[in-house]
């Protein structure tokens, strides 16, 4: 039996950063990491670049059964001290749209860092441990394949269950019920959105066409590009919704964000053109042909009568889809729902009910919107309770 101060179950970024704090204060923090290797989600974020934080968190980009449950730990790290992080180890980042921060380089820079920190923090990580079992006495008992640990604290950072292909389980709630401790219900989160067969098939034309247009579901609204896919929907805004969509909720899509479309008609109610030539000006061309071989008359805008043009206004500033489902956990960058807060200390995210048990990172349910803000509630959570493990 090997005794430790803390074990954290999870090398991704939740759990790595627990352990450096847990460290940095003396203690004796041993990581367990059931995959060959740390970091395997981090690896491949930001489309290889590391999304590392968003310059605007704060609570609002979360959702949450407990909107406020994250303020704490999100306004005692926060991205600047992420960034300055960053800097210390010399690693060049850039600001993409909408705060977001990215490495020039490579997202093995963050692995590295991490690496770097738990070395200097004196951190002892063991990968391809996988836990067997977790029993609590007056310390708790963890059964790994590497052999026997035991621990006054115990941080669970195993993360949800979305991009299984890379390791991710449901090891974190069985644990949580083992001390029945409730889980708010989980489903995928940041997902593209599949379509019922006969509306994909009507909108295959406008398949692989990106588009700026404001998407809208369940109260939220998020202005960046949408994609149709031979699949259903996907792109930045359709991600972002697809946190707050519910089974059965249509999609609201705003294709002239910028433009009042009965405005933009009215203005060339005279024209011989066709309405597809003008929306040419306002989007992708071959997007504004497909949707008015689906949706216009076949006629110039000259000859459209004013209930048609008043319909083709309003379906260009309101285009309403309904989904069928979503791609799921395969391809869900996170999962929401989890662990409730309702069961944790905001300060600490310690189990109120179970002394010296602790759940940080995804496994939480706090789930971040797209754009870096997962990663740092991985920061934020991991800090608050490192300085308490």
């Known amino acids: 039996m090997i005794e430790k101060d803390v074990i954290i179950i999870g090398g991704g970024a939740a759990g790595l950063f627990c352990a450096i704090e847990a460290g940095r204060r003396g203690r004796r923090a041993l990581v367990l990491e059931h995959a060959g290797q740390v970091g395997k989600k981090i690896a491949i974020s930001?489309?290889?670049?590391?999304?590392?934080?968003?310059?605007?968190a704060s609570a609002a980009n979360f959702i949450s059964a407990n909107p406020h449950f994250a303020k704490s730990a999100l306004a005692r790290y926060t991205p600047a001290d992420f960034v300055a992080l960053v800097e210390r180890h010399g690693i060049a980042y850039h600001e993409k749209k909408l705060g977001q921060l990215f490495c020039d380089g490579s997202?093995?820079?963050i692995i590295n860092l991490l690496l770097a920190e738990c070395n200097d923090a004196r951190v002892e990580i063991r990968c391809g441990c996988r836990v067997r079992r977790v029993e609590r006495g007056d310390k708790f008992r963890v059964e790994t394949e590497q052999g026997?640990?035991?621990?006054?604290?115990?941080?669970?950072?195993?993360?949800?269950?979305?991009?299984?292909q890379?390791?991710?389980?449901?090891f974190g709630y069985q644990l949580?019920?083992?001390f029945n401790l409730r889980i708010e219900p989980t489903r995928p989160a940041l997902v593209p959105l599949t379509l019922p067969a006969a509306t994909q098939a009507r909108l295959s034309e406008l398949s692989g066409v990106s588009l700026d247009a404001l998407a809208s579901c369940g109260g939220a609204a998020f202005r960046e590009n949408i994609l149709v896919t031979h699949r259903g929907l996907s792109g930045p805004a359709i991600l972002q919704v697809s946190s707050y969509w519910q089974q059965g909720e249509p999609v609201n899509l705003n294709l002239l964000p910028d433009t009042d479309a009965l405005t933009l008609i009215l203005e060339r109610q005279d024209s011989e053109s066709e309405l597809a030539n003008v929306l040419g000006r306002h989007m992708p061309r071959r997007f504004a042909q497909?949707?008015?071989?689906?949706?216009a008359p076949p006629k110039s805008l000259r000859q459209l009568t004013e209930r048609e043009i008043a319909a083709l206004a309003a379906k260009l500033q309101c285009w309403q889809i309904t989904p069928a489902g979503t791609e799921g956990y395969k391809k869900a960058e996170v999962t929401a729902g989890?662990?409730?807060t309702s069961e944790l200390s905001s300060r600490t995210m310690e189990a109120t009910r179970v002394p010296g048990l602790y759940f940080i990172?995804?496994?939480?349910d706090v789930t971040g919107q797209l754009g870096g803000y997962n990663f740092q509630w991985a920061w934020a959570s991991g800090y608050a309770a490192g300085q308490f493990a």
């Open 46 to 56: 930001g489309g290889g670049r590391c999304n590392f934080t968003n310059v605007n």
């Open 107 to 109: 997202a093995r820079q």
């Open 148 to 164: 026997s640990f035991a621990s006054a604290s115990l941080v669970v950072a195993t993360g949800g269950l979305s991009i299984p």
């Open 166 to 170: 890379l390791g991710a389980t449901d």
């Open 176 to 178: 949580a019920r083992q």
């Open 290 to 295: 497909a949707w008015c071989k689906l949706y």
């Open 338 to 340: 989890g662990v409730a």
């Open 361 to 364: 990172g995804e496994v939480v």
